[in-house]
């Protein structure tokens, strides 16, 4: 079956994830890793793409981000995807694709989601042993936004914000949030969602993204829809 489109709007935030080639590394050292970062932050400014969070694990890289228009995103991606593989097959003596196919990627009402979504992308060096806490690993946002390090172009959403009244108090408690780690239940309905380009979101929210594109935003209910009998088309 043909893979649908993916969702891309204006002004709504965008969970994204792009892995290796056959789950092979993306980075080999520190300076494959500087190096990616950097084309992130430089194309999300670029492009008017706000970045709320980030991690880059080995063979996996995750992004939260809010585009400005339509193809900021897409264009985003494309940048950073062509940029960093001629850098890193020039560096690395080596030719052919890096990425598994296209990035996934799906849309997330920020009113309910954008902390758990945050906590999600933040959290996974440490389901896949890189760390032993968030704060830990050096390589993701989540070291700017708890205050231990300088923030680089990075754009706290509004659920980031009222957080707290002070820096302090939404920096302990937005620690506190992502060491806490997500019901299993909602980390899988996000992993599922990203990976299928599910929106995330309420039925409103659903319904709304319903009316401004054509692309179905859920799953298709399974089985065949039920007959119509001579007094429901009569209806």
Known sequence: MARLPRLTLPNVAHLVSQRGNGRQAIVLDNEDREALVGLILQQAKG?????????????????????????????????????????????????????????????????????????????????????????????????????????????????YWALGNTPFAREEAYRERVRAGLPQALERQIADAVEHGWALGDEAFLQALQRVTPRRPTRARRGRPPAQTPETVSR
């Open 47 to 159: 492009l008017g793409v706000a970045l709320h969070a980030w991690a880059l694990l080995e063979d996996r890289l995750l992004l939260l981000a809010t585009p400005t228009t339509p193809d900021g995103v897409p264009k985003m991606m494309q940048a950073i995807g062509r940029s960093y593989v001629r850098r890193f097959n020039q560096r690395h003596q080596r030719r052919g694709t890096l990425w598994e196919g296209r990035y996934r990627s799906t849309v997330v009402q920020a009113e309910r989601h954008m902390i758990d979504c945050m906590a999600y992308v933040e959290w996974q060096p440490v389901r896949a042993g890189l760390a032993a806490e968030a704060r830990d690993y050096a390589w993701s946002s989540h070291r700017q936004l708890v205050g231990l390090e300088q923030s680089r172009g990075l754009s706290p959403p509004a659920a």
